[in-house]
């Protein structure tokens, strides 16, 4: 499964490289970078007791690239990161990460006026993937608050989105997403594809304020373990209240035919934009798979909080606040509640060298058969060169 990823990212790779030569008068910009980081970690195994401390030095080439070629615009990056433990050298390791995004609105509106089409794609291959995702990112790569015992990861998820205007106020959408976990555990982690088919529409009642109302059937195949079908649907509304605010927020509701149960779901959320810094939160809860540790879906309930500040023009900080409850359905496998806060900064020392410095914690604890209990704090602070 790596390797026809990899091939993928590399087959994007170089077609890019000959539209970037001018092959088809393509327009591309590369971004080139080079960050170094030096971490200490007061708890590198992942213990309950006994924890072990160490220092980890990353070193991590990435390639970004945007540009237009063939009426369609197209960014993306792919990178790898070599790291080195101080103390246990056995677990170093070089893993990889990337992601492609096409959007084709420009090809397809020539087919039928008003159709947009996007198709994404991102992997990572890692020891670790992320505890919490960041705050207004995907999550889907990061296995939401849940850590588990560091084995070596492949994450995988592709999607497809669509979208058709009927009128300038009237929209359909639909997609198609496929996201998959496997883990080199031996078995001790359970390995998950998922699929996602997506209807919906949104109206635009006034240009502060749009209704949507979806559906979506979403299917979970768990190695060894059968499946789990879903069908679930909400409605939600989006607000600029002002031209700093804007609000958002869903209701809905899953059904589990398995299990003839209805799970609640919901999304809330808000950002605010000053004038040199910005905050956000988010509320939610969906049904996903239970981060490898059991052939089951799980409901997740995240809470999410970013605050940033431009102290100087070269100088900002931030800090994230996240907490995550993932419960697997129907039985008491899975109870897990990680809390995780990082604050950080960032120093801009010349337009091509920036330094950045974070603290993390993260507690997790675990009321059910699967799961471990943990407490884990970090200090990093790296380098980042890009050119041109």
């Not at 993390?360 to 059910?368: D, F, I, N």
Request: glycine content about 10%; overall charge positive; some cysteine.
């Amino acid at each position: 499964m790596l390797s026809r990823t990899v091939v993928k990212m590399v087959a994007w790779t170089l077609c890019l490289g000959s539209v970037a030569a001018g092959e088809v008068g393509a327009d591309m910009r590369w971004t080139s970078s080079l960050a170094v980081n030096q971490m200490y970690d007061d708890n590198v195994n992942y213990a309950s007791t006994r924890k072990q401390e160490d220092f980890t030095t990353t070193v991590t080439p990435n390639m970004a690239f945007t540009g237009r070629a063939w009426d369609l615009d197209l960014n993306g990056n792919i990178g790898s990161t070599w790291t080195e433990y101080a103390k246990r050298a056995s677990s170093s390791v070089v893993t990889s990460s990337g992601g492609v995004t096409l959007k084709a609105d420009a090809l397809t509106g020539r087919l039928l006026r008003t159709w947009g089409l996007s198709v994404t794609e991102n992997y990572s291959y890692t020891r670790d993937l992320p505890t919490f995702a960041q705050f207004g990112s995907q999550a889907a790569l990061s296995n939401s608050g849940i850590q588990t015992n560091r084995f070596t990861t492949l994450a995988n998820n592709m999607g497809i989105s669509t979208s058709y205007g009927l009128t300038p106020q009237t929209q359909l959408t639909g997609g198609y997403n496929n996201s998959l976990t496997r883990f080199d555990s031996n078995g001790a982690l359970t390995n998950s594809t998922s699929h996602a088919l997506q209807g919906g529409w949104q109206q635009t009642l006034t240009p502060a304020v749009s209704v949507h109302v979806g559906y979506t059937a979403s299917r979970f195949v768990f190695d060894g373990g059968g499946s789990s079908d879903t069908h679930g649907g909400d409605a939600g509304f989006s607000w600029q209240v002002r031209p700093d605010l804007t609000v958002d927020g869903s209701l809905g509701g899953s059904y589990l035919p398995s299990q003839d149960r209805i799970s609640p779901n919901f999304s809330a959320g808000f950002t605010k934009q000053l004038q040199a810094s910005s905050i956000g939160a988010r509320a939610a809860r969906s049904i996903s798979t239970s981060g490898g540790l059991a052939a089951a879906v799980s409901t997740q309930d995240t809470l999410s909080a970013l605050a940033s500040r431009q102290l100087t023009p070269s100088l900002s900080v931030n800090i994230s606040a996240n907490r995550a409850v993932t419960k697997s359905v129907g039985v008491q496998t899975v109870d897990v509640t990680s809390l995780g806060v990082t604050p950080g900064l960032s120093y801009t020392i010349k337009r091509w060298l920036s330094m950045t410095a974070a603290y993390s914690y993260l507690k997790q604890e675990s009321a059910g058969v699967a799961g471990s209990a943990l407490v884990r704090n970090t200090m990093t602070v790296g380098f980042t060169c890009t050119w041109p």
